[in-house]
């Protein structure tokens, strides 16, 4: 059986129980490089066999899945944050399901939550963003047409890029093209969420480029885009004492 595992954005411990536990009984661990906390790997048992997949390809990755499958192991791979983001776990486990091997996935808290947290900030503010855009920017990894940069942020919603922050200068340059984003729009770049290395620069559009230079910031970051780094928002209805909810009756009239 293989378990992939979400591990979190960085501090130990925020990975989840379940996390944890899998890590604690498995047979072979596999982790994603040095994005992956290794105070994780002091949970792995006596005997334990653990790889770094930034050293692998994926046949390499699936050999040592099968080979520990043949012995009767269980295989935890462990990605950086939640693994549904950039984890490359799709091409895993249509191999394995070609292969006939089980396997689940357990969720981990993604690094652009991680982010958030680091900001003490909430990306869905009333009337200023309802919505979280999470991409990257194009480099040598194409990105559809439809979704280029420049293209999203013509929706001048909150956004979370991933892996560009050696790209800063295109990345901000798009976030101008459209006109979603005004050049003082806030923006921040958070380097090694929840690490104890953790680094939030605060910035805007404009200055994004030149901040992240000045703060020597070349990996292991985010960059984070929107009003919700601002100061005006509304308050939510939902704690509104005017509005009426399934638990609350509200002051309004005809509610
Ligand atoms: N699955 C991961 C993302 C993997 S892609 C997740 O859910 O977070 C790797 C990219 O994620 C990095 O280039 C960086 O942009 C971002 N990243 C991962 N961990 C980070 C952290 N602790 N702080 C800031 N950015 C991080």
Redesign the pocket.
Known sequence: MVHFVGAG??APDLITRRGAALLADADCIIYAGS?VNPALLGLAKPGCAIYNSAEMTLEQVLDTIRAAEKAGGTTVRL?????C???AIREQMDALDADGIPYDDTPGV???C??AAALCAEYTLPNVSQTVIITRMEGRTPVPEAEQLAKLAAHGATMVI??S?GLVDKVQQALLESGGYRPDTPAAV??????PEQRVVRCTVSTLAEETRKNGITK???IVVGDFLGENYERSKLYDPAFTTEFRQGTEAGQ
């Open positions: 954005p960085g994005l990605h950086t944050g939640d693994p983001l950039y984890g993604s690094s652009f991680g982010a991933f892996l922050i958070v380097y090694k969420a929840t690490w292991t970051a985010l």
